[in-house]
């Protein structure tokens, strides 16, 4: 193996092992170094009860979300092999619906499978959680923002829609209290987007790929695992890796980054300097900042955005309770839930888990919840959830979860026990998030790195690095991965094949629409769906 050929990867999260994996596969020299015990970073799953291991009930972040759009991250995954000759792709299993729940007791459930009939494919066409309380005028008026969007140019897009919030975007505020709850704030539950602050450029692109996700016929609209995100994915990815060659060191944090000014010279990890020919720094966004002194800050300028890119709480709890509450068989969204909380029921889906055995026969089933906002204060404690305690936390999730679906459906005699994230961190102030997730706002795209930095050996992945997918998910990580994997390949001059990168697809019949647009923005022109909105924005001004 050619020295040139010695890649150090830092940080072993999907980000991370994308880049080792695509590396390996291509001949590379790769060790990979992982601050936790385990690979994964924020989907790894980890044992409830210390003792018992990975034997006993396991506990994650938060649930794993595959909607019909990841295709960089579902492709590695069927790459994987699980041991059984099948790959860790095939423990991927499609929801069928989506329970949009009111703490007033009225909910709606949205299916998530193909539409088969006429109707099926009209009400498809409009946004699955409008819940029936939206006016029509509303709905009409939001549909028209989203045909402004999708016919936008790329230019119009990244230099016009990148400055403006989605909320400005929809006219959120101009709108009656049920388009806000429903279209305005509807992606947060399931994304870490916040529609207040999100540039209406990610947000609405989106919000576009979870909707033509529903209608397209080649591909489930959401999967969600079979089983823990470790058992079935993560701890067969580490295998693989270990099968092609990767040195896969655990707990041996970066602590520093060298470089003299042009290029990385090394790095220090569980207190040791170790060098490679090249680098990719897989680093949390929290972590990263910490780590550019002046010499890489002067061989890779553009790191320097990193220290300006926002984070938001995005943070889970499992309840195990005495039995199987299968409430929907998906995804259950909370619309009025203050701390904007998502669940699902694992047990329905987790076919080879067997929750019971590993607690005893204590445990029936396994209800998954997130909370994506901890700013509001809550039902219980009249607080956020930055200022609870870990147990104020949890009694506080439970409360609004069971205001929405009542305590006869979640009865409290039916909590056994729960798991809540534990990089929520008590403190005498409140919590510390010790895990924060990169958030979209507006006029962030500018502070996101490319992947291929100006330093000629080092190359970032991470859901901070500028990418289509660009906010905080697996989907964006991986394709993070796969561009500096490809930096990498560029940099040694190898000649094997480049990584396919797959971007944000749109239908095909918009693009003589978009070049229209295209012609529009070069001339100085507004998109014509900006014209009628702007005298429709004066005359809403003009009423008394």
């Known amino acids: ?35 936790n015990d385990r690979v994964g970073g924020k989907a790894r799953s980890m044992p409830v009860d210390e003792t018992a291991g990975d034997d006993g009930l396991l506990g994650e972040h938060g649930f794993r979300f595959f909607p019909a759009y990841y295709r ?23 929801t069928t619906e989506t329970l949009v729940a009111s703490a007033d007791g009225e909910g709606a459930v949205a299916s ?39 016919t936008s140019c790329d230019e119009r897009r990244e230099q016009e829609f990148e400055q403006q919030s989605w909320w400005e ?45 529903q209608l397209d ?18 701890d067969h990815w580490h295998a693989y890796l270990e099968s092609q060659g990767v040195d896969v060191r655990l707990e041996t944090p970066v602590s520093g980054i060298h470089s003299d000014g042009r290029r990385v010279t090394g790095v220090e990890v569980g207190g040791e300097t170790v060098t490679a020919d090249h680098y990719v720094a897989a680093l949390p966004v929290d972590v990263l900042p910490g780590l550019l002194s002046t010499d890489l800050r002067r061989a890779a300028p553009s790191l320097a955005g990193v220290e300006r890119i926002q984070t938001a709480w995005m943070n889970g709890v499992q309840f195990y309770l005495d039995r199987d509450v299968e409430v929907v068989g ?99 102030e409140g919590l510390r998030n010790d895990s924060p997730l990169v958030i979209n706002t ?35 990580a991986n394709e993070a991965g796969r561009r500096a994997a490809n930096a990498v390949l560029d940099a040694a001059g190898h000649h094997a094949p480049r990584v396919e990168v797959w971007g944000l697809d749109e239908p095909r019949a918009f693009e003589p629409l978009k070049r229209q ?9 507004p998109h014509p769906g900006e014209v009628g909105h702007d005298a429709w924005r004066f005359a809403r001004e003009l009423r008394p």
């Open 169 to 213: 975007f929809i006219d959120a505020d101009e709108m009656s209290p049920a388009y806000r709850k429903h279209l305005a704030q509807s992606t947060q539950a399931l994304v870490a987007l916040r529609p207040e602050v999100g540039s209406a450029r990610t947000v609405g692109a989106i919000y576009l790929q979870l909707l033509f996700g």
């Open 330 to 428: 998906g995804h259950a969204v909370y619309v009025d839930s203050p701390w904007a909380i998502t669940s699902i029921s694992q047990r329905q889906f987790w076919a080879d888990h067997d929750v019971e055995a590993r607690s005893g026969g204590e445990v029936e089933g396994v209800l998954s919840v997130i909370a994506s906002d901890w700013d509001t204060p809550g039902i219980l404690y009249d607080k956020p959830g930055r200022e609870c305690t870990r147990e104020e936390a949890v009694e506080e999730m439970w409360a609004q979860v069971q205001a929405h679906l009542g305590e006869d459906v979640l009865p409290d005699d039916a909590r056994v026990a729960h798991f809540l994230d534990p990089e929520l961190v008590e403190t005498d």
């Open 517 to 525: 647009d295209r012609v529009r923005y070069r001339l100085g022109l």
């Open 442 to 476: 507006v006029d962030s795209l500018r502070n996101r790195p490319d992947p291929d930095t100006e330093a000629p050996n080092l190359a970032v992945a991470g859901d901070y690095a500028r990418v289509d997918t660009d906010l905080a998910t697996m989907e964006a």
């Open 1 to 35: 193996m050619p020295d040139s050929r010695r890649v150090a990867v830092l940080g072993g999260g999907i980000a991370g092992l994308t880049a080792a994996q695509e590396l390996a596969e291509r001949g590379f020299d790769v060790t990979v170094y992982e601050a």
């Open 217 to 234: 016929p080649n591909a489930p609209a959401e999967r969600v695992l079979d089983g823990p995100t470790s058992e079935v994915w993560l």
């Open 112 to 150: 998530t499978e193909k539409p088969s009939t006429p109707r099926e494919w009209l009400d498809a066409l409009q946004p699955q959680i409008a819940g029936g309380e939206v006016p029509r005028r509303e709905l009409a008026h939001f549909v028209s923002r989203l045909a402004v969007l999708l």
């Open 72 to 94: 960089n991250v579902v492709e590695t995954m069927e790459r994987i092999p699980d041991g059984t000759g099948r790959s860790v792709a095939d423990h991927l299993v499609p």
